[in-house]
C-alpha cells in the first residue's frame, strides 16, 4: 500500500525567502505526482504534475522534482510571497500526504 | 463555470440520518474521484469510476457507504445512518482517462452530523 509522507508539517519564512518542501512515498511503481495548494476551508488547487517518466515540471516560481528510485518529491518556491500562504498537499496517484502548512510573514 | 461541481456545499444532519451529494464533473472527463478529508489531513481516497464503472473502493468506505455514476455523467454519494465520525470536507474530483493525468478538484461538500 503506498505510503506519503510530507515533511515538515509547518512552515514558516520572511517573504523573499527560497523553500523547498519535501514528499516521500513508499511504492516507486507511480502514473504521476502532482502538488496541490489548499487554503483554509477550500477545494485543492492543481500546482504541478509530474508524470512518471519525467523529473521534473516548472510553473513561475514553482519546481517539482521527482525521484522515483529514491521514493522522493520536492517542491521548491522562489522567492516567497505572503500569498503563498497555504496548506501544500502531494499526492502519489490517488493517494496524499498530510501536507505542509506554510505561512509567509510580510 | 467549466470546472467541477459539488452540491451541497454545507450539510448538517442529525446522527443516523441519510445523505447523499452530488459532483458534477468537467464534461469531457471520464474519470471521477471521491475523497474524505478530515481538519489537517489530507484527502483520504475513497473511490473512483471511469465512465459508469466503479474500479476500486477503499476499505475506508463501508457498507453505509455508496457510490452510483449511473450515466457516466455526474454522481452521487450517499452515507447511510450517519456518525459523528463521518463528520468531513467530501472532495470530488476528476480527470480525463488514465493514470497519467491531472486531477480537477472541486470545492469540496462539508458535512456536519450532530
Known amino acids: 500500500k503506498q505510503e506519503v509522507t510530507q515533511i515538515p508539517a509547518a512552515l514558516s519564512v520572511p517573504e523573499g525567502e527560497n523553500l523547498v518542501l519535501n514528499c516521500s512515498f513508499t511504492?516507486?511503481?507511480?502514473?504521476?505526482l502532482q502538488w496541490f495548494r489548499q487554503d483554509p476551508g477550500k477545494g485543492l488547487t492543481s500546482l504541478l504534475l509530474?508524470?512518471?517518466?519525467?523529473r521534473e515540471q516548472t510553473s513561475g516560481r514553482l519546481n517539482a522534482s521527482l525521484d522515483k528510485s529514491s521514493g522522493r518529491s520536492t517542491l521548491y518556491i522562489a522567492a516567497s510571497q505572503p500569498g503563498d500562504s497555504a496548506t501544500y498537499l502531494c499526492?502519489?496517484?490517488?493517494?496524499f500526504g498530510a501536507g505542509t502548512r506554510l505561512t509567509v510573514k510580510p | 463555470d467549466t470546472g467541477v461541481s459539488q452540491d451541497p456545499r454545507h450539510k448538517i444532519t442529525k446522527r443516523g440520518q441519510n445523505v447523499t451529494f452530488r459532483c458534477d464533473p468537467i464534461?469531457?472527463?471520464?474519470?471521477l474521484y471521491w475523497y474524505r478529508q478530515t481538519l489537517g489531513q489530507g484527502p483520504e481516497f475513497l473511490t473512483y469510476?471511469?465512465?459508469?464503472?466503479?474500479?476500486?473502493k477503499s476499505r475506508l468506505l463501508s457498507d453505509r457507504f455508496s457510490a452510483e455514476r449511473p450515466k457516466g455523467s455526474f454522481s452521487t454519494l450517499e452515507i447511510q445512518r450517519t456518525e459523528q465520525g463521518d463528520s468531513a470536507m467530501y472532495l470530488c474530483?476528476?480527470?480525463?482517462?488514465?493514470?497519467?493525468?491531472?486531477?480537477?478538484f472541486g470545492p469540496g461538500t462539508r458535512l456536519t452530523v450532530t
Open positions: 509530474i508524470q512518471s517518466s519525467q
Open positions: 499526492a502519489v496517484d490517488m493517494r
Open positions: 511504492d516507486s511503481a507511480i502514473y504521476n
Open positions: 469510476f471511469q465512465n459508469e464503472a466503479q474500479l476500486e
Open positions: 464534461s469531457e472527463h471520464n474519470r
Open positions: 474530483a476528476s480527470s480525463l482517462p488514465g493514470g497519467m493525468n491531472e486531477q480537477y
